[in-house]
Nanobody
Framework: QVQLVESGGGLVQAGGSLRLSCAASGRTFRNYVMGWFRQAPGKDREFVAGISWNDGNGYYADSVKGRFTISRDNAKNTVYLQMNSLKPEDTAVYYC?????????????????WGQGTQAIVST
């Protein structure tokens, strides 16, 4: 069982930055693929970024590639999402998700554990 708690959301102007954190419980955090998803009002939840459990490689949605960076600190059971050059279209609730082992998947249905979400609002 894994429990996830996100933090770091807030209000920022376009072009600014936010750093989201997701703290995970459980002793086997290093075995989990971690993902960040987001959901804007009236839209489906979409994949933003994922990080592998074994080599730490990240994978990104095209819409955030080059602006967002996902990273993990297994010693702290925490995954981060550094968001730079933010745009108004990045406004959404951001969710942290986890799945045990395997590959990074884009579909939310592949992830077993979810946090409660943190709101990020990017103003013009």
């Amino acid at each position: 069982q894994v429990q996830l708690v996100e933090s770091g959301g807030g209000l920022v102007q376009a072009g600014g930055s936010l750093r989201l954190s997701c703290a995970a419980s459980g002793r086997t955090f290093r075995n989990y693929v971690m993902g960040w998803f987001r959901q804007a009002p009236g839209k489906d939840r979409e994949f933003v970024a994922g990080i592998s459990w074994n080599d730490g490689n990240g994978y990104y949605a095209d819409s955030v590639k080059g602006r967002f960076t996902i990273s993990r600190d297994n010693a702290k059971n925490t995954v981060y999402l550094q968001m730079n050059s933010l745009k108004p279209e990045d406004t959404a609730v951001y969710y942290c998700a986890a799945k045990e082992g395997g590959s990074i998947y884009l579909s939310p249905s592949r992830y077993n554990y979810w946090g409660q979400g943190t709101q990020a609002i990017v103003s013009t």
